[in-house]
């Protein structure tokens, strides 16, 4: 079972005064508690690489926790700003790969990626911008297969997806 | 899934570095934001002399409106700077926003004044040394409030990167021109309105280009 958030609160403000025992229990309830929260956000296999960069960020960053502030919305706040880098890093690393033309070699790995990253927000997006995305980063076509079964040209697709994972990460930043 | 032992080897090698911390204190931003407009402040002063009809009453009503908006906005964007240098989540202050657009009346005045009424202001033109003067040194003087914003937002750990790199050159922009507006004896909204307000959206843009890559963490 989970730490309550005044148990959270009281391990970090006794952490802030150097505990190593309430920073052991803390730490580890945190990890618990992140793992919960990017459960829904990003794959699997990607969970614990950000679990523990945040628990990285939370001991770097202590000090700026104010103890007459609730804990939780605290390690959120970094936990949203961590996941905000993570898709960054991701749409840099697909939008290089995009203008290198070599999208169509993606490996599977990489469209799951996508898609369980970019699937929830394509709402957000024009129709056309979606349907580029969709058709190479998750179906995995070439910017030429895709521009025959969209009808799209195939600088319209390239722009499509560069614009649209641009956007979508934009979203991700601005949001709540 | 529990602790893998890749984090559990990572959860014993920070706690074997813990410390005591002192605290971030949003306070001690704004303190360190206020010394370095004084100091700018002191250093226009040094450079320009200080104009002395500010306290002998000469200055006009326009002088106290510019300077007293400048202030405000330098306010407003220095409070929720400091509040946005701690990580949280919820709703973010719009008082800056406000105030930028209480500002804006200004330029809007001191264009309205230059195109209806050109022959009562003579230090309107885009050619004069004066003007140019006051637009260069505000901005010399929104460095060194920069400066000290981008400090503390390295000591402490936003999250909302773009939104401080714009508070950043709001604060900035404002409090410099304001330091500079001590040493300056034109106090016609027609100079007033543009050649101490344009600081302001010039330093924010700037802030909004330089600021972020050195508050990233």
Redesign the interface.
């Known amino acids: 079972m989970l730490a309550d958030e005044p148990t959270l609160a009281r391990l970090m403000h006794a952490m802030q005064q150097g505990d190593k025992a309430a920073a052991n229990v803390l730490l580890s309830e945190s990890g618990l508690w992140l793992e919960r929260y990017f459960r829904r956000r990003v794959p699997p296999h990607h969970i614990d690489d950000l679990v523990q960069e945040v628990l990285i960020a939370l001991h770097a960053k202590r000090a700026t926790w104010d103890p007459s502030r609730p804990f939780l919305p605290w390690l959120a706040a970094i936990a949203r700003y961590r996941w905000v880098d993570h898709l960054r890093r991701s749409y840099r690393q697909q939008a290089g790969e995009l203008f290198d033309d070599s999208a169509s070699t993606d490996s599977e790995e990489d469209v799951v990626l996508a898609r369980v990253s970019l699937d929830r927000l394509f709402a957000h997006l024009p129709a056309r911008q979606a349907e580029a995305i969709e058709l190479v980063k998750i179906g995995g076509l070439s910017i030429e297969e895709a521009s025959r079964a969209s009808g799209q040209s195939e600088s319209l697709i390239k722009v499509n997806i560069h614009r649209g994972l641009k956007k979508l990460a934009a979203l991700v930043e601005k949001a709540e | 899934?529990?602790?893998?032992p890749?984090?559990a080897a990572?959860?014993?090698s920070?706690?074997?570095?813990?410390?005591?911390?002192?605290?971030?204190h949003p306070a001690e931003g704004a303190a360190l934001i206020a010394l370095a407009t004084l100091a700018a402040a002191l250093g226009m002063i040094a450079l320009f002399d200080f104009w002395r009809g500010i306290i002998s009453g000469e200055a006009s009503p326009f002088f106290w409106i510019t300077n007293g908006l400048l202030l405000l906005l330098g306010a407003a964007s220095t409070a929720a700077l400091v509040a946005g240098?701690?990580?949280?989540?919820?709703a973010r202050p719009n008082a800056p926003a406000w105030t930028l657009a209480m500002l804006g009346v200004l330029p809007l005045a001191a264009l309205i004044q230059i195109a209806k009424a050109p022959d009562i202001h003579v230090h309107t033109g885009l050619a004069d040394p004066h003007s140019w003067h006051c637009l260069w040194s505000a901005l010399g003087a929104a460095v060194v409030v920069g400066a000290a914003a981008v400090l503390f937002l390295r000591h402490?750990?936003p999250?909302a990167i773009?939104r401080q790199a714009w508070l950043t050159g709001l604060a900035a922009g404002s409090l410099g021109s304001l330091a500079f507006g001590m040493t300056c004896p034109l106090d016609g909204i027609a100079h007033l309105g543009i050649w101490h307000v344009a600081p302001v959206p010039l330093a924010a843009l700037a802030a909004r280009l330089i600021v972020p890559p050195l508050i990233r963490?």
């Open positions: 899934m529990s602790d893998t890749a984090r990572l959860i014993a920070l706690v074997d570095n813990t410390a005591p911390v002192r605290r971030v240098a701690l990580p949280r989540v919820g402490g750990a999250v773009s963490w």
